[in-house]
């Protein structure tokens, strides 16, 4: 069984920093694409950044500059937020395909069915 499980959430003043990270257990291999998606409130959820087996990376225009995704040796999947925006609040969910060999260059879409695995998501807030 596949599990992602998300830690890192918490709550930041604005221009603060907050590294999330995403641990697979399970059959999730370093040749699965992986993103970060977030839900803001009253907003339906969208994709942040994505990582692909090689170490393509696509960084939403909207953090880009300021969040950078990354993937470690150990499998672990981290977001890296750097000058947090109000804006930015709500829940972050890393999410992994359940197939290899797949690398997307668009924007992470979450009603994309090939996102087989999703974690249970941690809260941010930024205020202001």
């Known amino acids: 069984q596949v599990q992602l499980v998300e830690s890192g959430g918490d709550s930041v003043q604005a221009g603060g920093s907050l590294r999330l990270d995403c641990v697979a257990s399970?059959?999730?291999?370093?040749?699965?694409?992986m993103a970060w998606f977030r839900q803001g409130p009253g907003k339906e959820r969208e994709g942040v950044a994505s990582?692909?087996?090689?170490?393509?990376t696509y960084i939403d225009s909207s953090v880009e500059g300021r969040f950078t995704i990354s993937r470690d040796k150990y499998n672990r999947l981290h977001l890296q937020m750097n000058d947090l925006r109000p804006e930015d609040t709500g829940v972050y969910y890393c999410?992994?395909?359940?197939?290899?060999?797949?690398?997307?260059?668009?924007?992470?879409?979450?009603?994309?069915?090939?996102?087989?695995?999703w974690g249970q998501g941690t809260q941010v807030t930024v205020s202001s």
């Open positions: 990582i692909c087996a090689g170490g393509k």
């Open positions: 399970g059959a999730i291999y370093s040749e699965y694409y």
């Open positions: 999410a992994a395909y359940g197939r290899a060999g797949i690398c997307r260059t668009s924007p992470p879409r979450a009603r994309d069915r090939d996102f087989t695995y």
